[in-house]
Structure formats: C-alpha cells, structure tokens
DNA sequence: AGTATTCATGTAAACGCTTCCAAAAATTTG
DNA sequence: CAAATTTTTGGAAGCGTTTACATGAATACT
C-alpha cells in the first residue's frame, strides 16, 4: 500500500518541528495553549510536508466527524438542487462535509438511514422533505441527536424545521387571481398528509372567504404533489359544465401537468384560462408561456436548516422550534385578467 | 456525553455472544473462517443489541473509508441530477456512502478538494464535468488513486472516463434535420474546450458533408453551453438576410433559451423554425412545444460511472479507459418536416 | 491410535488522532 | 532572588475497529 506509507501523521510533523505530536495535534486543533513561535514553526513544518489530518482518526479520538447527512427523497426536479445548493454552502463555511442519502421515494429506507446515520456516522441530520418522520424523529429526539427538518410541519411533532408561509402563501395567491376577475378557481391540493400541502388548501379557502367567493367543493381536487394529479385534476375541471377560469395547483409539478392538460382541451394560457403554481422551481420561469407561482426561499431554506443545526450542535439545550420564511408571488406568464369570459359572467354569478 | 456511552460496540456484542471481539470483527466482515452457529449466534447479538460498526473506525483500522466522494460542479438543471441518481443506485447496492462536494463552477475549488480528498477521506473519487481536470489528474494518477471522469473527454489524458457518443449523436441529429428538408441549419457549439463541444461540433460538420450540404461559417455560432449563449446564437441567426430553417443548439439549456429568441421574433415552433437540442434533461420533455433532442443516458452514465471505480477498486493494475456510451435521437414537437418555407428553397439554393 | 492438516477462535498490535494529566519552562510576585 | 503562579509542552491512555499471528479444537490420513 503506497497510500499507506507515504502518509504524513502528526508524528512526522512533530519530529520535523521538533515539537511532540501533542504540540501539533494543539496545533490543528487552535488550542490557544501553543507559544505562537511554536505554531507558526509547526504550521509552517505542515504546510511543507503537505500534510492533511486523517479525518477518521480525528472522529475517532474526538467524537466528532464534521460530517452531516442529508437525506433528501429524490434530485430530479431541482427543487431540492436548490435547497441543497443553500446548506451546501453554509457546510462549506464552516468545514463540514456533506453526506448525502437519497430514498427514491422509498419512504422505508428513511428510517434505515435514520438510524444508522444517528449512529454516529455523522454529526447531524437535516432531513429535507421527510416522508414519515414519526418513525424516527421518536429516537432522535430521546437520543438527543441533532436534527432539522426542511418543509415538513409536523403533524403534532414539534421539533427543529425550516418551512415557509405556505398559508400566507396560498392566500395571496389566490386573492391575486380573484383581483384578476377570476372567481371560479379549481384549486388542486397536495398530499394532504403533508402539513404544508393543509396550509396552502386553508390559505385558499381563506382568500375564497375574504373575497365572498362561495367555495365549491367540485372545484377542489385531491392530489398527492404528483404530476399525474395535476393533468388528471385539471381534466377534472375542464369536464365541467362551467370550467374554472383559474387553475391553482399546490406545486409547480402539478401546475405544469396542468397546463399540458389544458393545452389537449384545445384552450390557451393565460387568454383561456390562468395557472398559478407553488414553489418556484427553476423549471417554471424556463416553460413557456413561463409559470406564474408562489416562490419559496429554497436555497435560503438550505442556508438557515444549517444554520439552525450548527445552532443545535453548539446549544443541544437550547429550544429550536419551527422557522417560517416568507412566500413571495412570482408573476409571469400563465395568468392573466379575465376577459374573454366577462360577457358570461352573469351565467357564473347565476350558478352560484 | 451521553451518544458516547450508551454506544455499542464489537466487545460488548463479543461479551454477549460470548466469544472473542475478533470474531466479532470477522462475523462483520463476512470472514469465511467462523462457524456458522456461531455467527448465528453473533449476527442475533449484534441485532438484539442494535449493533452498528463504527465507520471512523474501520475505516482508521481498515485503511478503506467505504465512502466515495463525488464533485459536481451545480445541481440546478437536473442534469445533475440524473448522474447522480445513476451512481447513487450502484453506491447503496455495494454499500458505499456518498460524500458530495459542489464546486459551484469555481474551477479553483476543483483542485482543493481533490487533494483533500485523495488525502484518504474516501475510496474513489467521481468528478462530474470536471472544469479543469489537468490540474489534479496528473497527482491522482500519480498516486494511483482511484477516480472516474464522467462527461468529459480529455485534452490528452488517457483516464477512466464515461462519456457518450457525442460525436454520432449530433451526426444523427444532423442527418435527421436534413431528411426533414432543412439545409440551412444553425448550430450553437458548446465550450469548446471540452472534447464533448467539440465532438457535437464534427459530428454536425461530418453530416453536412455527408449530405452535400456547404458549410456556412456564419451558421455556426460558438458558446459556451450556458443559457445566454443559446439566445444570442440564435438571435445572430434570426437576423441575417436568410435565416436558419432550424437550428441545433449543443445542449438543451441553450436549445431552449433559442426557443425564447425565436418566440421573440414573433416566430413560431416548428412551423417556421425547429429546434433541437442535446442531452435530453428532464425539462426537456415538459416544455411547451417540448424539446426534439439527441439523448444522453445520464443515469446509466452514473451507474457506470460507479461500476467503473468498483473494477478499479478491485483491480488498481487493471487498465481503465473511455468508455462511451451510445446517444439517441427523441423526437419530440419541436421539430418538423421544412414545409412552408418550399417554395423559397429555389432562393435558398441560388444563396449558396 | 498417533500424527499431520485444516478450521475456528483468541489476542496483541496497529490505525492517527484527541484529551487529560503531569512535568517543564516562563512569568509574576513578595 | 526565591517562591508562587501561569503558560507551554510532553506523553499516556484511549477511540472502535482490522489484521496478523498464535493457539486450541476438530477432522483427515497413514
């Protein structure tokens, strides 16, 4: 093993400085107890030997490995590319490395990795988008295992999470479309299993209610975030006597799969019919005509999850609860005021 | 330190089961010389008492890591993406864990990291588009260390790498434009630093050739593969006296940025110019009209990606070259027959 | 049955570092 | 200037494994 021999330790640089290895693991460690001439010699010494500390050893002896683990469900939709993008960064400042775990959706291997992982694999967890987190936040939590959660608000648990004002969110949305004269909105939910995908189905009732819209139960299609839903909800709608003049899915994906639906009925974006999403991933400004959404702070999400687990790991006993960022609506192009169907208007007003 | 004392380790598994640690260790590493009753009997320990091996610690004792590292320069377009997914699927079925490092395009980082990481932090190493792999190949090889190039052929370097037949894809796409009836075809070129920009480059240039069509200097327009490029390439086209009839961007991101220049025109796809693209990422197939393009079987390049460095892993001695892997034409709507622009073609064919 | 071979198990010595404790050196104090 | 105090340094004892090597048990062979 070449790899091994020709490895620099800590003992190679203390004989080099002269120095014993507890002087240069003090060293590495910026142990304020170091004569300064002795550490800028030893630093030097290691600068010139080209030496690297062993990680392993170091989390062997220490008990830290400056390691955290990301568990994230896929990387397809550059959803989480961007949320990754933010803790990555965050990670880097602060030298720690990322080991990253993909479930593919298999909401089983989450409590695998889980539990290995808490096993002092790595020095924390941020799990984005968690399946079925009761299975392990149980054990992490008693284990006093730091952990952060990014959009997912529990369904009860409460623990350290970084979401986003999906209510709020969902509200203003749906106000923007009623301003724009649309006052029958098909609205397409997430996997309401999913707190997130409850708080932008309230925040569209709400604006519904505010604005003295009846809420038509037809007109709320129960998905799942998939983009199966979104063409299939949408048809839903189209098939009715007296279609929505707006469509407001839960998520990009579904807004997307919308527009193909709507696009097969022969209508146009936005003259025909407006589509609003949720999330802003980066696909939605590049569609054409681009996608009007309510944008999430992903890449922030990844930056303050970090940062609230670096928080974590220097205060175990401090309370961290969950961290709400600010949806902002992106308009673009798939909405547009009601127009052509203003003369029908009195028709809709008569259904009511 | 609480995660310090409540943890498991071979000895405790050893005193349970009563038999020696070295067992233990041996039952773990699936050492063929234990009795099979009595590695029953250590495997039910090992489960009853939640036995998980301490990775810093093999990895010290072992001199193996279990961990590969993979560089990547971004995340964003799902691109990315699929790799990932690719390796990823091979790394957990052989028990590997990923340790992911973005670059975010600063090529210095590049070197940083790989010398780090060569340092013994992880097995093998997978760098994803590398920017400038000169810098660090020559040490990695050097030091024999196991690594993989995906997606990019080298200056020179003969290395292990996984690429795809970029030079017969884009001969194909070209061949198919033609059989459409296109003869003015507008190419926007990738970075042409990289083999691959320079393969899809020939591959374009060999099919004109082949199909007796001239090449005009002027229809080639040279980028970089950012999104940018494809707009302003296209824009270039669309303003000369005879404009492309289709142009073939080198990868889907700047395909699709054309698409935006030709809208802006006021022109329309495909009916007066198709477009078509290369890669084949997942937006790719959900844009409006959605993207013609030659595809490149990004997962099976990161699956094989990840079984190349195993082979190497086994066999350091064994020679590892270029492997490429075969590209496809998806048709899809943004391409068509050349129709309304046949009567012109006297014109077209008295320009050249 | 007695010896030669396997096979199964136990044990010590790393692996490269952190951390604690004690010793040595430098500094302050009376 | 010696004693007390503080700062700096050295070295031992782990951290939880793997991996030789040694030993003991079981099997095969003559």
Redesign the interface.
């Known amino acids: 093993?070449?790899?091994?021999r020709d490895?620099v330790t800590i003992v190679d640089v203390a004989a080099e400085a002269g120095v014993s290895f507890g002087t240069v693991s003090r060293v590495i460690n910026n142990d304020v107890h170091v004569k300064p001439q002795t550490r800028e010699r030893v630093l030097e010494t290691m600068r010139r030997l080209n030496f690297?500390a062993?990680?392993?050893?170091r989390?062997?002896a220490g008990?830290r490995?400056n390691?955290i683990g990301?568990l994230v469900p896929?990387?397809?939709?550059?959803y989480?590319?961007?949320i990754?993008?933010g803790i990555?960064t965050e990670l880097g400042d602060a030298g720690y490395?990322?080991?990253?775990?993909?479930t593919?959706r298999a909401a089983t291997k989450e409590a695998g990795y889980v539990?290995?992982l808490v096993?002092?694999?790595v020095d924390g967890l941020i799990l984005v988008l968690p399946r079925n987190p009761s299975d392990y936040i149980g054990i992490m939590t008693q284990?006093?295992?730091p952990f952060v959660l990014v959009d997912h608000q529990g369904t009860g648990e409460d623990c350290p999470a970084i979401g986003s004002t999906n209510w709020q969110g969902a509200f203003n949305a749906t106000n923007y479309l009623v301003k724009l004269g649309h006052k029958r909105i098909g609205f397409i939910t997430g996997w309401l299993d999913l707190g997130a995908a409850v708080d932008r189905l309230e925040g569209f009732k709400a604006a519904l209610r505010t604005n003295k819209i009846p809420l038509l139960p037809d007109l709320i299609y129960e998905g799942t975030f998939a983009q199966l839903d979104g063409y299939t909800g949408a048809l839903r709608f189209l098939d009715m006597k007296k279609p929505p003049t707006a469509i407001f899915a839960s998520n990009d994906v579904m807004a997307?799969a919308a527009?193909?639906a709507v696009?097969e009925k022969g209508l146009r974006i936005p003259e025909d019919i407006s589509i609003m999403g949720f999330d802003d991933i980066?696909?939605a400004s590049?569609?054409?005509p681009s996608l009007t959404t309510v944008r999430q702070p992903l890449e922030q999400m990844g930056r303050i999850a970090a940062q609230v687990l670096f928080d974590i790991l220097k205060n175990p006993d401090h309370k961290h609860n969950r961290i709400e960022l600010p949806t902002e609506i992106i308009l673009r192009e798939s909405t547009a005021t009601l127009r052509k169907l203003q003369e029908e208007e009195p028709d809709l007003i008569r259904f009511h």
């Open positions: 093993m070449n790899k091994r490895r690297v062993n990680r392993q050893a989390s062997l008990g490995t390691t990301l896929d990387l397809g939709t550059g989480i590319g961007e990754i993008r990555d490395d990322l080991m990253l775990y993909t593919h539990s290995n096993q002092g694999m284990r006093k295992f997307m527009m193909d696009r980066p696909q590049l569609m054409r």
